[in-house]
C-alpha cells in the first residue's frame, strides 16, 4: 500500500535540543495527524491537523498542514528524555472517509 | 478522545490453527475500526475497514478468508487469524474512528502473534 515520505528516517539529539520532521504526499489530504508510538504499544495521537494551513501546538509540540495539502510537519522544543519513541505522519486521502495512509516514520533518541 | 482495549496483548500458538484477537472501544460507540498490521522496524499497514453490522473492507492484497473480521456491536470489532503460519507473525493494532472524513483515529495497545 501506499506509505507518506517521512524524514528524517532517524535523528539523535541532545536534550534541550528542538527536532524537526517533516511528512511529504504526491496527493492531497483532507488530514494531516501526528502520532508517537513508544516500544511494544499502539500509536497515540499528538496533534490533529483539519484545514490547510492551520498550525496546532500541544505543549512543547507544534504542527501544521501546508498550504499545498500535500505535507505537514512537526517540531518539538526543548526535547527530553521521554519524547524517545517513532514518529508517524498519517493522512487522510480526499474523499475517502477516516482510511488512514501513514508515514514510514522518524525514530527519535535523545542523550543526556 | 477514544479509549480502545485489545486483547489478548500478546499470543503464541503453532502453526496451522487459529487466534481470535478482540478489539474493544471502551468510551465510544464506533461505527467503524480498522485493523492494521505492523512488523519490526515498519510502519502501519491497514488491513480491513471493520464496518459495524456489514461486511468489512479488506485492502488489496489482504485475504479476506485468511483474516476474518467481525464487527458485531458498536463496541467490539475481532480479526481471526485462520490457519496461522509463522508469517502471519506481526504486531496487530486497531483503531477506531467515528466514520466522519475528518475524524482522527484512536489506536489500541497492540497484539503480539507469534507463530510457531
Known amino acids: 500500500g501506499q506509505q507518506l515520505n517521512q524524514s528524517p528516517q532517524s535523528m539523535f539529539i541532545q536534550e534541550g535540543e528542538d527536532v524537526s520532521m517533516n511528512c511529504t504526499s504526491s496527493?492531497?489530504?483532507?488530514?494531516w495527524l501526528w502520532y508517537k508510538q513508544d516500544p511494544g504499544e499502539g500509536p497515540v495521537l499528538l496533534i490533529a491537523l483539519y484545514k490547510a494551513g492551520e498550525l496546532t501546538s500541544n505543549g512543547r509540540l507544534t504542527a501544521q498542514f501546508g498550504i499545498t495539502r500535500k505535507d505537514s510537519f512537526l517540531n518539538i522544543s526543548a526535547s527530553i528524555p521521554s519524547d524517545v519513541g517513532i514518529y508517524f505522519c498519517a493522512g487522510q486521502p480526499s474523499g475517502t472517509a477516516s482510511k488512514l495512509t501513514f508515514g514510514t516514520g522518524t525514530r527519535l533518541q535523545v542523550t543526556l | 478522545g477514544a479509549v480502545v482495549s485489545q486483547h489478548p496483548s500478546w499470543v503464541i500458538c503453532k502453526s496451522g490453527t487459529s487466534v481470535k484477537i478482540e478489539c474493544r472501544s471502551l468510551?465510544?460507540?464506533?461505527?467503524?475500526m480498522f485493523w492494521y498490521r505492523q512488523f519490526p522496524k515498519q510502519s502501519l499497514m491497514l488491513m480491513a475497514t471493520?464496518?459495524?453490522?456489514?461486511?468489512?473492507?479488506?485492502e488489496q492484497g489482504v485475504e479476506k478468508d485468511k483474516f476474518l473480521i467481525n464487527h458485531a456491536s458498536l463496541t467490539l470489532s475481532t480479526l481471526t487469524v485462520t490457519s496461522a503460519h509463522p508469517e502471519d507473525s506481526s504486531f496487530y493494532i486497531c483503531?477506531?474512528?467515528?466514520?466522519?472524513?475528518?475524524?482522527?483515529?484512536?489506536f489500541g495497545p497492540g497484539t503480539r502473534l507469534t507463530v510457531l
Open positions: 471493520s464496518n459495524e453490522g456489514s461486511k468489512a473492507t479488506y
Open positions: 483503531s477506531v474512528g467515528s466514520g466522519r472524513s475528518d475524524s482522527a483515529q484512536y
Open positions: 468510551d465510544f460507540q464506533a461505527t467503524t
Open positions: 496527493s492531497i489530504f483532507n488530514t
